[in-house]
């Protein structure tokens, strides 16, 4: 669930608060609402207090900053939501603005008023940050706070659909709510502002609820009934016997009332009839659209065509939204009466039977018949008894099949076309790369392409032509029997001819919109269409992306790579680019191909490439790898890097002087390694030098040390958070003990700590049941000798935690592990 932050508007002097939150939002403060809630602030609790005038007067001057940089000024878009924020602003009763963040400081540990106090610190900061810019009129000295908010800019922000320039931050109900509110006089009720002020006196038997979307009310005077604005605009007088919330229907919110015992509908804004009070009853079917009834019989009215449906059917309209027809259910049958939404009847069909195509309707194969048909707008019969319909996306053209021939259909121009052509396949793709209305056929005389929008072949049909393939890109690949060439909707059919065609890497523009296979070359068509041969050393950057290809496309590109590297003969990676090289050995290291890895990184290192000389080092001296293993020529391939000054040699030589591999132990010189490496930033080298002082091996134990370098290796995200714990737990530093239990977020170590401290009240209150908790937590990770005493203790001996379950449990655990159980 998400954590809310909530605005309200209060009175500090009498307590009270506007009737509902001005604002919701999830996590953190809005970055263009800062200004508003930043002046005079101060923390109450939990809660952030400031003064609203003054907040309101730095978020006009943010507001005409941003409108200033952007030039939005005079765009409507800009200014109509801006300026109902400010008039929901002004309008708003009380004083002060109060924050209310508890939701989120439930989300830590820290006490609530903690984390209030620090989130104060940083309101009073970007508060500052904000008048610089408004002071300076510079907007960029606040890009530092888009970091992690997923936007660019300001711009960006305001023009994001649901904020609509900062309204959306603020709730609908809230900024229409502040208008006006009911009151009550003796017995009637009128209107009146946030402010007190009387909108509408006191002469209306009732003012009912307002609607949440306009803020229209219906009012009752006399026993009869109209409708008012929160405004005080009295839209409809009382002079209906009855009335209904208004809805929103079309362009403006209608209302039903009723005349002499019958229902209309009445325009609100206008006071004119979309439905006169003719009806038994009326009801909305669909947005425009409204179902109407006199005695017993039923029709459908439209906003802007009248009565479409005559008041005739014995069954009420329902509306299918798939097909978006009207229906009746026909008595007797499963068959439904469809109507289209001008009013035209189709016929009648059974339930889930009709497809809307473009303005025809295809009629499913069912029951009542073995084949389908496709019918105009009016219900009549374009082709009947067929067998298939291919409806694509984007594509107004229809491609029917009957008696095992394929037919085009053009709806616009209510015409089949290619009538003289035999058609026995078909194949079209919906793409924005692609032109609608074309289709890849199969006729009598081949496989061509045709523009069915425009009646004419883009390519005429040849027995030449084998296949067509759909390519990215809004290209096509025509594959005859001589090879293939390359379609272009802007520039036609290539005259080149190509050994192949394949879709880019992952559908990357970037790394080109197609490749093509020539003789030993393969080539790349750039984003500006140009053509250009790949080079050799490129050929490694597509082989480690390969299995972004697809199909034949991956199997040609293997093909043609191995080809090449047979013609280019041993080492042929000699020829790639280095980092490909590398690359290419990393993956042969991980798959513990140790010979081939090491051939990999030779190469790379010919080019002089110090990383290359380090990764040599690490496979030769490590024991593990018993083919390789030849500690000499690792020292040598390490102090080669090491006269490059890489860091990793570095440590890495200390620590074959640490362990005696290599080179003769030898503590000074291993410390002087590490202290290199850990001076050119290596963390490893840190971390190395952190252990040396915690265990006290070789030098004298030195938590301080040892806490100073892994806090400088934890900046260079080597991260040593078990023994930094218990660093602070033996200097007795509980404060910042606990903060490096939170960063435990495996539960790997901590429980055993939280345990300890629970019990014992060191740093926290003491408290028996978290700790045992977290013994039992300790112990489901590791084997804890006093975490298991304890818990005997508490479950066999402790009056309100004793269990003899639980205590039989860890006894056996004790045992288990050869703990002492007394």
Partial sequence: MAHRIYLYNYDQKTNQSFNTHLGEWNYEIPLLLYPLIAENSKVEGVEFISDKEQGIVQLRYFFNLLADTYQLHYKKAYYEPVNTIFEFLEALPYDSFVLNATDVFNMNEEKHKVQAKEWLVEIQQKRKLYKKAVETQNLSLLDSLFSHTGYSSFLEILQTDWINYGLGYFEELA??????????????????????????????????????????SVIQKEGLFGYLQSDGKELIPPIYEDAFEVFDFALEPFG???????????????????????????????????????AGRFGVYSDENGLIIPVESENAYEYDYFPELFFSRQQGTGKRRYY?????????????????????????????????????????????????????????????????????????????????????????????????????????????????????????????????HYLENGFLSVQKNNGYQLYDFEKGLSAEKYEYISNPLNYRKEEGLLFLYKGESMLRMNEDKSIQQVETSGYGTIYLDRYSFRGKDLEHFISFYNRWKNQAGSNSEQFLETEVIKKLAFDAKDNQNYQEALRLFQLSAQ??????????????????????????????YYEKAAQYNHPVAWNNIGTLYHNGIGYSFNIKKAIQAYEKGAELGDG????????????????????????????????????????????????????????????????????????????????????LKKAVKYYEQANAYSAYEYATQRLLYYYGNDSTFKNEKKFQKWKSFAEENGFETN
Wanted: net charge negative.
């Fill in 175 to 216: 900024y229409k709510k502040v208008a006006s509110s009911i009151f009550e006089k003796d017995g009637k009720f009128g209107l009146k502002d946030a402010k007190g002020v009387v909108l509408v006196p006191s002469v209306y038997d009732e003012i009912f609820e307002a609607d949440y979307h306009h803020n229209i």
């Fill in 256 to 294: 039903e009332v009723k005349v002499n015992g019958k229902s209309g509908i009445l325009k609100i804004y206008s006071n004119t009839w979309l439905v006169p009070a003719d009806y038994d009853a009326v009801e909305r079917l669909a947005y425009g659209f409204l179902g109407v009834e006199i």
């Fill in 340 to 468: 289209t939404k001008e009013g035209n009847y189709l016929g009648d069909f059974v339930e889930d039977s009709l497809l809307k195509t473009s303005t025809c309707f295809w009629v499913k194969p069912n029951k009542f018949n073995k084949k389908g048909k496709l019918i105009d707008e009016n219900g009549n019969t374009i082709i009947d008894e067929a067998d298939q319909l291919i409806v694509i996306d984007n594509f107004d053209t229809l491609a029917v099949r009957k008696d095992k021939s394929w037919k085009l259909y053009d709806p616009s121009k209510h015409q089949f076309l290619l009538e003289n052509e035999r058609i026995t396949k078909v194949k079209a793709i919906s793409n924005v790369g692609y032109k609608s209305n074309v289709f890849t056929l199969e006729t009598q005389n081949g496989s061509g392409l045709f523009d069915a929008e425009h009646d004419i072949w883009l390519i005429a049909p040849q027995f030449e032509i084998k296949q067509i």
């Fill in 607 to 636: 080019k002089n490439d110090v990383d290359s000389w380090v990764e040599m080092g690490i496979l030769y001296t490590d024991p593990d790898i018993e083919m390789l293993f030849d500690p000499q020529k690792g020292m040598m």
């Fill in 684 to 767: 490893m080298a840190l971390t190395n030098l952190g252990d040396l002082y915690y265990f006290g091996e070789h030098v004298i134990q030195d938590y301080d040390k040892a806490l100073a370098f892994y806090q400088k290796a934890e900046k260079k995200y080597y991260y040593n958070y078990d023994k930094i714990s218990e660093i602070y737990y033996q200097l007795r530093d509980y404060k910042n003990l606990l903060e490096y239990l939170k960063k435990d977020y495996d539960q790997s170590y901590s429980g055993i700590y939280y345990g300890i401290i629970y019990e014992h009240g060191m740093g926290v209150k003491i408290d």
